[in-house]
């Protein structure tokens, strides 16, 4: 979510309790120097609404206490002194710190506010002037089009990767249509409709049930997942992870400081070896078999290091757990999957550019897995 994105949020939410619109867009305006002043001005995600709700509590607390040290420090993120001397930001401040916490669960009911939903009906309508099959460019270039969009919209990027945000959106919508069965994903890098697809007429509103209706199939599945059953990614998608850094969070001081991320499994004599020199899960799992303990299926354990060879991708997104309560690392991927045999364990790595360390609570309890892909749970916050 971008910091534009969070102040639209909030004006919506605080014309709902002020008498006028102009009363919602001074509390904006005033908070958007707070935002400044506290150090945020790019993307932000679950992780940062915690600590920017404690910075908020403390700063409230100063403006309770006449702290005039940092209301002085303020001035210089404000044109005029206008929202500070009539009081417009000591006001807003009771409102945006209920409003973050809000954003937790402002998905639960109703229709859901998640960006790349704009993009269902389009897509539908572009694959049906397009015959009812293209490729994802060529869909991408129908829309843009269908709706005469601009080239900021077209061409606005995400994160220092650059990632063009319309494609991923729209490949996000076409996995969640693919998923309800409107278009056929049978066929890699061309996206076809269904007679199903063919006949339907999309609302944001029919959008927002099928994301809703999978959020909650693919959070049931999560733990029982197999192979056939991982949706497709598009080369441009970025995908985040939740990670367990050793048991404990053990290697997190290590692999913090060298810039890296690794996962283990790792076996006594020689090994589980090369990942890249497996061509499937499956083979992993027998291998891990004849290693361990025969009994055990390792059906979790070799879905970790098959996705984390495999599926993970430069670009994307690791959130780092400790327990099941907190997160207490959040980094970007940085480099393909590195096999290095010196070193004493973990010895599968990744290069990573880490943008987080410390301790926030975990939104509900993380998943026991080593390593899970929460794409699906989390995009629509997450961006």
């Given at each position: 979510m971008t910091i534009n994105e969070l102040l639209r949020k909030f004006e919506k939410y605080t014309s709902k309790k002020v008498n006028t619109p102009q009363s919602a867009n001074k509390y904006k305006n005033s908070i958007k120097g707070t935002l400044e002043f506290l150090g945020y001005?790019?993307?932000?995600?679950?992780?940062?609404?915690?600590?920017?709700?404690?910075?908020?509590?403390?700063?409230?607390?100063?403006?309770?206490?006449?702290?005039?040290?940092?209301?002085?420090?303020?001035?210089?993120?404000?044109?005029?002194?206008?929202?500070?001397?009539?009081?417009?930001?000591?006001?807003?401040?009771?409102?945006?710190?209920?409003?973050?916490?809000?954003?937790?669960?402002?998905?639960?009911?109703?229709?859901?506010?998640?960006?790349?939903?704009?993009?269902?009906?389009?897509?539908?309508?572009?694959?049906?002037?397009?015959?009812?099959?293209?490729?994802?460019?060529?869909?991408?270039?129908?829309?843009?089009a269908d709706l005469k969009l601009p080239d900021d919209i077209v061409n606005e990027t995400r994160g220092k990767l650059g990632n063009k945000k319309f494609d991923n959106e729209v490949a996000w919508a076409r996995n969640y249509l693919a998923y309800e069965g409107y278009i056929d994903k049978s066929v890699r890098g061309v996206w076809t409709l269904t007679d199903k697809g063919m006949k339907v007429a999309m609302t944001r509103e029919l959008a927002s049930d099928i994301f809703f209706k999978w959020i909650e199939i693919l959070k049931e599945r999560r733990e029982g997942v197999s192979d056939a059953e991982i949706p497709e990614r598009e080369a441009h998608e970025k995908h985040f992870w939740i990670m367990s850094p050793g048991a404990g969070a053990s290697k997190w001081d290590e692999f913090y400081t060298q810039s890296i991320i690794g996962i283990g499994f790792d076996f006594v004599g020689v090994g589980i070896g090369d990942l890249s020199s497996y061509s499937n899960r499956e083979e992993i799992r027998a291998k891990m078999k004849s290693l361990g303990d025969d009994t055990k299926s390792y059906k979790m354990d070799s879905l970790a290091l098959w996705q984390f060879f495999h599926d993970m991708q430069v670009g994307d997104v690791i959130f780092i757990k400790k327990g099941i309560s907190e997160i207490i690392g959040r980094g970007i991927v940085e480099s393909d999957y590195i096999y290095m045999p010196e070193r004493d364990e973990y010895k599968h790595i990744r290069k990573m550019r880490w943008t987080h360390n410390g301790c926030w609570p975990h939104p509900g309890q993380a998943v026991l897995k080593t390593l899970t892909d929460i794409t699906t749970y989390t995009y629509h916050n997450l961006h």
């Amino acid at each position: 979510m971008t910091i534009n994105e969070l102040l639209r949020k909030f004006e919506k939410y605080t014309s709902k309790k002020v008498n006028t619109p102009q009363s919602a867009n001074k509390y904006k305006n005033s908070i958007k120097g707070t935002l400044e002043f506290l150090g945020y001005n790019e993307d932000i995600s679950l992780m940062d609404i915690a600590e920017i709700k404690n910075k908020y509590e403390n700063l409230q607390n100063d403006f309770e206490t006449d702290n005039q040290q940092t209301i002085d420090k303020l001035k210089s993120f404000y044109t005029s002194d206008y929202f500070l001397n009539d009081g417009w930001v000591r006001a807003s401040l009771p409102h945006f710190i209920p409003f973050l916490e809000s954003l937790h669960n402002e998905d639960d009911k109703g229709v859901s506010d998640a960006g790349f939903l704009q993009w269902f009906g389009p897509l539908v309508d572009a694959l049906k002037k397009l015959g009812g099959s293209a490729t994802p460019e060529a869909a991408r270039k129908q829309i843009i089009a269908d709706l005469k969009l601009p080239d900021d919209i077209v061409n606005e990027t995400r994160g220092k990767l650059g990632n063009k945000k319309f494609d991923n959106e729209v490949a996000w919508a076409r996995n969640y249509l693919a998923y309800e069965g409107y278009i056929d994903k049978s066929v890699r890098g061309v996206w076809t409709l269904t007679d199903k697809g063919m006949k339907v007429a999309m609302t944001r509103e029919l959008a927002s049930d099928i994301f809703f209706k999978w959020i909650e199939i693919l959070k049931e599945r999560r733990e029982g997942v197999s192979d056939a059953e991982i949706p497709e990614r598009e080369a441009h998608e970025k995908h985040f992870w939740i990670m367990s850094p050793g048991a404990g969070a053990s290697k997190w001081d290590e692999f913090y400081t060298q810039s890296i991320i690794g996962i283990g499994f790792d076996f006594v004599g020689v090994g589980i070896g090369d990942l890249s020199s497996y061509s499937n899960r499956e083979e992993i799992r027998a291998k891990m078999k004849s290693l361990g303990d025969d009994t055990k299926s390792y059906k979790m354990d070799s879905l970790a290091l098959w996705q984390f060879f495999h599926d993970m991708q430069v670009g994307d997104v690791i959130f780092i757990k400790k327990g099941i309560s907190e997160i207490i690392g959040r980094g970007i991927v940085e480099s393909d999957y590195i096999y290095m045999p010196e070193r004493d364990e973990y010895k599968h790595i990744r290069k990573m550019r880490w943008t987080h360390n410390g301790c926030w609570p975990h939104p509900g309890q993380a998943v026991l897995k080593t390593l899970t892909d929460i794409t699906t749970y989390t995009y629509h916050n997450l961006h």
